[in-house]
């Protein structure tokens, strides 16, 4: 099962996000890398749900996309594609994990991501 582990805020204004999230809700942004900023959005004592905030590409400028977490994600990909998702982007290859962004059937962006 797909789980979800992580957000995604697309931005044309990264850094001015990631300031308003730290002042509104206390949220810890990371140093910027390629362009994105990891958020911590918990505490040890109470979890919260991490992710985020990059500079938001051509094809996705603004909004929010879910990252789920698969255990293979070529097999997803063929899944998602084969029940009407279009591939915005393929699978990417990072240090730790890979990465794929979707559209689904009605519009939804999502991110789909499977550790080494």
Do not use: C
């Not at 994105?36 to 603004?62: L, M, N």
């Not at 994600?73 to 084969?82: G, L, S, Y």
């Not at 279009?86 to 499977?114: H, N, S, T, W």
């Amino acid at each position: 099962m797909g789980r979800v582990i992580g957000f995604e805020l697309s931005s044309q204004e990264p850094e001015k996000a990631a300031a308003f999230y730290a002042n509104v809700f206390g949220w810890q942004a990371a140093e910027p890398r390629w362009d994105y900023w990891a958020v911590t959005t918990g505490s040890p004592e109470k979890p919260g749900i991490d992710g985020g905030i990059g500079k938001g590409p051509f094809d996705h400028p603004h909004g929010t996309r879910i990252q789920i977490e698969v255990e293979a994600i070529d097999e997803a990909i063929a899944k998602a594609r084969d029940n009407g998702a279009v591939i915005v982007r393929d699978k990417m290859e990072f240090d730790d994990f890979y990465l794929a962004y979707l559209v689904d059937p009605v519009g939804l962006g999502i991110g789909l991501i499977q550790k080494k």
